[in-house]
Structures are given as C-alpha cells and as structure tokens.
C-alpha cells in the first residue's frame, strides 16, 4: 500500500510539473504567421457534391499572456489567394474561384480580403502538446462584421504557435445569397453553410 501511495505521489508530481513547466511564461508575447497559415474551405451543393479549397492567412498580433494563454490577436484572408484543390482542370478550377471572387459571392472588387478579430479566447484544458480553446470573435465578409465561436487547439513551443480549427458559417449571415433557394434543383442548391479549418503556424516575433 505505501508502494501505491508513493507511486500515485510521484505521477501527480511529474504531471503537476509538466503542466507548470508547459505554461511557464514570464513575459508576453505577439507572434507573427507565418506565409504556410492557411485556411481551408469546402461548400456543398445538396446532392452532396462539393468543391473545397485554400486561402492563405496573414496576421502579426497573435499576442499571449504570461501564462502562455491566447489573449488576442486578429487576422487578414486576402481573396486574391483563394484556389481550389478538387476540380480536375485549371480551366475549371479558374472558372470556379472567378465565380467566388465575383459580386454573386465574396465580391472581391470592393471587398478584397476577409478579417477576424479575436475578442476572447477561453482556455479549456490542456494537454501534453495542445491546449484546447473556445475562440470568440468577429468575422468580416462583405463588409458585414457578425460573431464567431470555434473551438480550437493551440500549441506553443520553441518561440513558435500552430492554431488549428474546424468549424462552419452560414454564408447568409453576411449576405451570400446566391444559389440558396430552397426551390432550386438538388444539383444547383448551394448549402448555406461553409466548412471551415484552420492551419495557422507563426513565429514569435516580439516579448515583453
């Protein structure tokens, strides 16, 4: 019994101080990402067929506590990046993202990037290579700001943040209307709602 007892101290030790160890933070920071951030997309028609695809993600205030917490942070999807990794031709694959940067969809012309700003980040848990998140903020497409919540896990080592994300919008929330009538054709009905991940990676680039 005093075997299992000692046992049972030293594993709460080991992990008590690992836990400490991993959030040992005595200053600030703000990362930068790095050009590889990216997010992914995918939208269906109601058949269930669907296009998916890439936007690069940019951003230099993901800023941490001295805890190592997320505390804020925003950034920037220029619409200009967008591509599509499914359609087997670049002629489709250039008809399909000239479509999404048109005023049917992300109006690109007025409206050349897409934004988030972090508003909170709730630290949840964590693990022994990441933490987990509930994330709040405000999206901006089209000009329309509304408020977002996802979770997600964030690791940070070695002066380096990966954030990583999956979770959905309703296009029709910022206006997106195009192809969402419900009496359509199961093959030209656009589902509302957008699958959305996240892959962000950034390097330290400030400490105070």
């Known amino acids: 019994m005093k075997h299992l007892k000692l046992l049972a101290l030293i594993l709460i030790t080991v992990v008590s101080g690992t836990s400490c160890k991993k959030h040992q933070n005595t200053k600030k920071a703000v990362y930068q990402l790095a050009d590889s951030s990216v997010a992914g997309w995918k939208?269906?028609?109601k058949t269930g067929y669907f296009n998916e695809g890439t936007i690069k993600v940019s951003?230099?205030?993901?800023?941490?506590?001295?805890?190592?917490?997320?505390?804020s942070g925003s950034f920037r999807m220029p619409?200009?990046?967008?591509?599509?990794?499914?359609?087997?031709?670049?002629?489709?694959?250039?008809m399909l993202i000239h479509h999404l940067q048109s005023a049917?969809?992300?109006?690109?012309?007025?409206?050349?990037?897409?934004?988030?700003?972090?508003?909170?980040?709730?630290?949840?848990?964590?693990?022994?290579?990441?933490?987990?998140?509930?994330?709040?903020?405000?999206l901006t497409i089209l000009g329309k700001t509304k408020p977002v919540t996802f979770p997600a896990k964030?690791?940070?080592?070695?002066?380096?943040i990966t954030i990583e994300a999956q979770f959905e919008i309703n296009r029709l929330d910022w206006?997106?209307?195009?192809?969402?009538?419900?009496?359509?054709?199961?093959?030209?009905?656009?589902?509302?709602?957008?699958?959305?991940?996240?892959?962000?990676?950034?390097?330290?680039?400030?400490?105070?």
């Open 43 to 45: 939208g269906f028609l």
């Open 104 to 138: 049917d969809f992300f109006n690109m012309a007025l409206h050349p990037e897409i934004s988030f700003v972090i508003t909170s980040a709730s630290f949840v848990t964590s693990a022994p290579t990441q933490d987990q998140y509930v994330i709040n903020g405000n």
């Open 79 to 94: 619409l200009s990046s967008l591509q599509n990794n499914n359609l087997p031709t670049d002629e489709l694959k250039h």
């Open 59 to 71: 951003g230099s205030d993901i800023e941490t506590d001295e805890r190592g917490h997320i505390r």
């Open 154 to 160: 964030i690791n940070l080592a070695d002066n380096k």
């Open 175 to 208: 206006g997106i209307t195009y192809a969402s009538d419900d009496t359509l054709p199961d093959d030209q009905f656009i589902n509302p709602k957008i699958a959305i991940s996240l892959n962000l990676n950034g390097i330290k680039s400030m400490q105070f």
